[in-house]
């Protein structure tokens, strides 16, 4: 790397999921509003015709005069290849393919276990996790071998097993778990002041927030914009629209999207455990109890979230092919918007430009109080030049540290499990999911289907 | 007290809840046959009449010839006159009568749920742990103020939860819970040695085992006699036993009989999770998901063991009470049995008159990893001379310590919730407990139903 | 408090040990400073007339039409007076008089025991904390009584066993300890930039360091600006300047300041440490063991710092006494300069109008690794709206941390002995000292007569 | 092995260091005298033909008709020929020769410093530890890859750093080490029965104790022998005996005996700490600042301890080499004596043929409070069948733990020092022993001769 004082060139970053469309047109659409950095992209990907079709993409958008992030983007056939020099590596990965996610995400209905995204916790999130592991494990040792000092961003779900296992595995990585789902709870936040306080165009980023918990069952327990609590604020927009639920301007109604909700089962926590749940409604839904919210459809449609039915991903990949064959061949222009992410403003901090204080999935040192040591905790952290220090979060309220615990040790079971290959192990930590409310025999017969439909992507 | 090398004369107990049938009667027949200890007994209940009987029970008692322990037996009118010169506190009471009792046990079958016992976990138990902190916390404030110096042992139920206040209340007490249900392990331990290796005759304190968990809910990762290994035997025994269960030598079958059970949660335990679950049947299964061993009353038939009933409380009460009656006017003898109950092997060994290693509850400072600091787990320890030391007992391996966890932060927050008087807060344990598996407006209902039966017994 | 989404009127600070000159006089410039804050200052002292003194200063100031921060200043005649109705407490106090503290510092001279400042660690700054810490016990229950939701800023050395002192009392308090020393270091890195790369008149909150120790006693092990790692840099700029030290831009040779150093002890900690230590040398001396920079008056020389003699504090005093009157009777203009403190910024960001980090001293509860839990440490730390946060900041290494670890027990040792007058264990500290290198009878006698000193000041 | 009821056959344990006399021919007589165990031992020694005696010695032993303990001793060339199959691996080697350990005691004496023993702080125990620490490097290797599942009972000083070398490199050993030194303080306990209670021959294993600290500077909290508190009466024995000290029955004055003292300083611990100091005199000088018991020659002889010469450590080798050569050639009979160590005691206990209580060396999982995990620690531990349980033993006060953990932090930093070899961070610990009372630079002379000196057993 090159260092002005402002700006800085020749930054090297590996992808590893390179061929990807959303995450990647995302990157390149940020790192072309940014003109303070420049460097080279590598794309990995186990698809390399994809990696080299996003390589062509990002090539023509760095060359147009509208852009001012001047980057150039190369795909490379070996992760090695991308790993080798690069100052960050970000991980954006499908593990395994629709195909296993439909089972993960659908078999279950069978059991009468309905999961609105099912890549996280529950009996998706779990055999997803057991194909996952032994890839990130791999990365691992990739980056320990190639990239021991560069820093590691993950977006890939589940994002807390996949940000623990690179610690596992080669424990000085440099690595974190990036979420957007505390930004959707700020906004949500910022919507709220201007129903209820008239005050607008609130930046996100200017709603504090103290954040706890792990990765899409994050909790808030102090929120503030300028000098104002918003607590009670809070608790009086939950008492005008907790029978409704808050749909804000959000262009689609939750029934038509298929990420919507309409923020009922974050209201619902808020009266129940006083904290304010900061993740959508889908994800936590998924983490608490079958019978609470996901007990049968009718349930689901009263407290107004949507499913992701993974035929809709499944088509919506399609269209997002042929898209990148358009870019590729210039039928469509490349359109640049900002992601939201904050990827890059974590690079931009890394290297020693601006200080950055947000929310982040790492192992835990004592950022959180009462969760294992070593265990993935989301909290805020300071970036500054090669740093990410966490802030001492505090500790959870016992009966919502609970709920949180009896997650973390799943997931640490599933990791033993995943890397000892015993599948033993990962069913008791599968039968005992909150969503997996089945007497033990029936949880086995639904464990060794799920099993048997990723068993292609599971080491032998 | 007065000690010479080998015998202390002249010991002050304390006996809270002196009134008791059973418990009182136990300590009386085990001092009758402990030569090494003399002193006096202070009798304390809130049924005063009952207490006295019982002095003069133990008197009569005391002037038997064969009887080589001799002690005074005196009934006092209230808590402080037993505590003030105390050496040892006992405490075994009966929160509530047996009318809250009945609606701890019976009620939730109402909503499906079904619980053998009924006094520790569950619906059942979290209602008589709301009403039994009470008046823990007074004792606490009791022993700080008149006996703080004194040993204090509890075998009260809810057993974790008594010590736990104990503890919160008056942090310097030094106090303990004490239970034989680990002890019955150790029997089934030796029996299974006469079974599979013909090794007769085995006292269960010659069976060493490592005790790791909470009250109740205890677990066994080592397990040896003399030089052997317990642990392949015992797979072998759960294999050639698993179907049918294991009755032993008990008399009675697991169906005459309400404590009984054959063994068949522990083998199914030890074949899910690897370890010797170490309590009572009907004590283990209230600890795991409803519908693993609880789901209906077929399913509790099919894993042999009995439900408690209440109504048989109340008989068995009603006939403790006539023989009461005979034995105060002496027309029947008191019949001296050893109660294999180790309070005063205990309390020998805190004179400092021999060592002994057992199993105990007392508050964690590290003899259980992975456990929260200062809640209350069972371990062993090493009794001397006004010294219980813990031993380090390890931890379990994480997807049982999920199942312990759950609890035990469900025990902190009735605890808070408790002391607090907070019924919302015991709402979020309650309706966290595993038994109660049920819509969060179903379980509010249960919850608010028991609590309106129990709060002649709650603060105002 | 008036909130509007800028500025925040009818604060209301209590200022205890108000008729101090120095540190009252920065706070009311650096108020008259800021145009964001109003409100009221309550002057609370023991010497009533020096805290309406500066009412009548404060009130002045105010007055004048260059001022843009308008504050009432009102002396009060209770500590409660103030207390009450505080959002803000600043304590700034003399723990007895110049009498006490010539005592302090000079009397082990005659033990060949040399202390550049005594009022920290070493034989004086154990005693001064004998006589501090039952002040501060004092002040934490009148603040636990009158005002326990106010926040505590306070100024007074021994900063670490003052603050330390607050929690103990009173738990929950809500204090921090503020010192400018760690700013000293990031100044003379500033120095660095320009000397060593011709960086100029860089902003030392723009050098951003990893911050960990106890107060004066501070480590630094990552440095930056902007993008520059600043460790090799130091390593060159100690390198030039380790014989003949630096003195920069400072108007005074070190020989002719009181306050003032070479940076010697400071390079030669890191020569033999390798971590930039972050306080003054005069601090950094007292520290370690008395052979190294303080055996007697040639090496004190040769390391280049000063001793600060308190006859010279007495002197100042009297100055300040004189200008207090004519600053009253308006014979002199109140002159405002910045103090450089971040008393104000503090202020602020507990307020929410703005985001700040710096360092603080605060109980441990994980911000430093390897230092127990309620020891007082100095990390970084995140204020926010009524929240400070400190950020996780690693460990020392081991040899390092031994060297701050036995101050730290000592500390605890100390503060213990304090509050049950204790002086047998006082003494253990007291000799264990690295400064009190003397056999047990010459450390107990000259003890002893320390003591007698300061008994005005000690618990009868 | 085989197991019977009562007794086991053909144990191996392999004896590293087995052509030491002193150690070996002790284990010699200890198994011969115990008929529960049978077994080989093959010794092993970097001086095969001392081995070679030894298996000769041995094997003589076992022949006669009154020894019941039979064993076969066989020398073996190569330590993987000792560990391979072997059930118990013993440790007691001397860490280069009696050459460096002349350097290591003598040396310091041209600084003013003196060491009574030299072996395990002070500048002679750290370069002895820089010496051993990589041999025991390579030890836990071999026994990692030839003895995983061995117990491993180490002898060698520096204790601490020999234990933590051997869990270092293989954190998953099976390693105690067992010092003697707090069966001395339980000797002078039942002395001290004698002389003031008059009661006489009390076995020291009656003696219970709290053992808590760092080998040979250990501290007793707590002791009792049957009911009777030991506190009060040490202190009466203290207050008699503090002048002039106490010798008791040992045959030799202090003044003769290399290892012997009047105990004066443990009495003077008592005084100015309040708790037992539980090592020899002369162990527990080192471990305190040079100017308390070591500051010159008289003040040695004021505190009524010997200083042990290493020449005459190499006499008595010499007159043990011709013992051996006599007892080989059957010229000199072999005596049995019991050592009174207790490796027997722990290997049956091992074997479960006993539970054993006793006080050993290990990493800190929790059994001493306020002390790094993993830092070898001298607590109690309770051994069973494959297991050794450390008990919780509490925490020392602040102002002893202090005294404590300089030397802990030190040895962390020796340990790490002498792993990556760096010379540095050894100084820096070096500089910082409490005994090393020197400016830096005559530190930093001292070191570098002594370093020479061991340089034939440095790693290059």
Same mark, same amino acid.
């Given at each position: 790397?090159?260092?002005?004082?402002?700006?800085i060139?020749?930054?090297?970053?590996?992808?590893?999921g390179?061929?990807?469309?959303g995450?990647?047109?995302?990157?390149?659409?940020?790192?072309?509003?940014?003109?303070k950095?420049?460097?080279?992209?590598?794309?990995?990907?186990?698809?390399?015709r994809?990696?080299?079709?996003?390589?062509?993409?990002?090539?023509? $958008?760095?060359?147009?005069?509208?852009?001012?992030?001047?980057?150039?983007?190369?795909a490379?056939?070996?992760?090695?290849?991308?790993?080798?020099?690069?100052?960050? +590596?970000?991980?954006?990965?499908?593990p395994g393919?629709?195909?296993?996610?439909?089972?993960?995400?659908?078999?279950?209905?069978?059991?009468?276990?309905?999961?609105?995204?099912?890549?996280? +916790?529950?009996?998706?999130?779990?055999?997803?996790?057991?194909?996952?592991?032994?890839?990130?494990?791999?990365?691992?040792?990739?980056?320990?071998?190639f990239?021991?000092?560069?820093?590691?961003?993950?977006?890939?779900?589940?994002?807390?097993?996949?940000?623990?296992?690179?610690?596992?595995?080669?424990?000085?990585?440099?690595?974190?778990?990036?979420?957007?789902?505390?930004?959707?709870?700020?906004?949500?936040l910022?919507?709220?002041?201007?129903e209820?306080k008239?005050?607008?165009?609130?930046?996100?980023?200017?709603?504090?927030?103290?954040?706890?918990?792990?990765?899409?069952?994050?909790?808030?327990?102090?929120?503030?914009?300028?000098?104002?609590?918003?607590f009670?604020l809070?608790?009086?927009?939950?008492?005008?629209?907790?029978?409704?639920?808050?749909?804000?301007?959000?262009?689609?109604?939750?029934?038509?999207?298929h990420?919507?909700?309409?923020?009922r089962?974050?209201?619902?926590?808020?009266?129940?455990?006083?904290?304010?749940?900061?993740?959508?409604?889908?994800? $936590?839904?998924?983490?608490?109890?079958?019978?609470?919210?996901?007990?049968?459809?009718?349930?689901?449609?009263?407290?107004?979230?949507?499913l992701?039915?993974?035929?809709?991903?499944?088509?919506?990949?399609?269209?997002?092919a042929?898209?990148?064959?358009?870019?590729?061949?210039?039928?469509?222009?490349f359109?640049?918007?900002?992601?939201?992410?904050?990827?890059?403003?974590?690079?931009?901090?890394?290297?020693?430009?601006?200080? $950055?204080?947000?929310?982040?999935?790492?192992?835990?040192?004592?950022?959180?109080?009462?969760?294992?040591?070593?265990?993935?905790?989301?909290?805020?952290?300071?970036?500054?030049?090669?740093?990410i220090k966490?802030?001492?979060?505090?500790?959870?309220?016992?009966?919502?540290?609970?709920?949180v615990?009896?997650? +973390?040790?799943?997931?640490?079971?599933?990791?033993q499990?995943?890397?000892q290959?015993?599948?033993?192990?990962?069913?008791?930590?599968?039968?005992?999911?909150?969503?997996?409310?089945?007497?033990?025999?029936?949880?086995?017969?639904?464990?060794?289907?799920?099993?048997?439909?990723?068993?292609?992507?599971l080491?032998?």
């Open positions: 790397m090159n260092h002005s004082k402002t700006e060139n020749n930054i090297q970053i590996a992808y590893i390179g061929g990807s469309r995450w990647a047109w995302g990157l390149m659409s940020d790192l072309a509003l940014e003109n950095l420049s460097g080279t992209v590598k794309l990995y990907d186990i698809d390399y994809a990696a080299s079709k996003n390589a062509e993409i990002g090539n023509r $958008l760095s060359k147009r005069e509208d852009v001012s992030g001047k980057w150039n983007y190369e490379v056939e070996t992760i090695e290849d991308a790993l080798i020099g690069s100052d960050f +590596v970000i991980i954006s990965i499908l393919t629709f195909t296993e996610m439909e089972s993960d995400v659908h078999l279950p209905e069978e059991y009468g276990i309905f999961q609105p995204v099912g890549d996280t +916790v529950g009996p998706g999130g779990m055999i997803r996790a057991l194909r996952t592991i032994p890839i990130y494990a791999g990365f691992a040792e990739k980056i320990r071998d990239a021991p000092d560069a820093w590691v961003i993950n977006y890939t779900n589940p994002m807390t097993l996949c940000t623990r296992t690179l610690y596992e595995v080669f424990p000085e990585i440099k690595a974190i778990g990036c979420c957007h789902e505390v930004f959707g709870t700020q906004k949500l910022a919507s709220m002041l201007e209820v008239w005050i607008s165009n609130v930046n996100r980023r200017d709603i504090k927030v103290n954040v706890l918990g792990i990765n899409h069952f994050t909790w808030i327990d102090q929120a503030s914009y300028q000098g104002i609590d918003l009670p809070y608790r009086e927009f939950v008492d005008r629209n907790y029978e409704e639920g808050f749909e804000g301007s959000e262009k689609n109604h939750w029934m038509n999207n990420f919507a909700s309409a923020q089962v974050k209201f619902d926590l808020f009266r129940k455990f006083g904290l304010i749940a900061a993740a959508g409604d889908r994800h $936590l839904a998924e983490f608490m109890p079958n019978n609470w919210y996901l007990k049968d459809l009718q349930t689901i449609q009263n407290w107004k979230f949507s992701t039915d993974v035929s809709w991903r499944i088509q919506n990949q399609q269209k997002l042929a898209q990148s064959d358009r870019l590729v061949n210039g039928k469509e222009s359109e640049i918007n900002p992601t939201g992410e904050e990827g890059i403003d974590m690079i931009k901090a890394l290297l020693g430009l601006e200080e $950055l204080v947000t929310n982040v999935n790492m192992p835990n040192h004592g950022q959180m109080g009462n969760i294992p040591t070593n265990s993935v905790v989301e909290t805020n952290a300071i970036f500054g030049r090669d740093s966490p802030v001492l979060a505090g500790e959870l309220p016992p009966e919502i540290n609970n709920l615990m009896r997650h +973390v040790l799943n997931q640490e079971t599933t990791l499990a995943a890397l290959q015993d599948n033993e192990m990962a069913f008791r930590a599968f039968a005992n999911d909150p969503l997996v409310n089945l007497p033990p025999h029936q949880a086995k017969e639904l464990f060794n289907k799920m099993l048997e439909n990723t068993k292609a992507y080491p032998v």
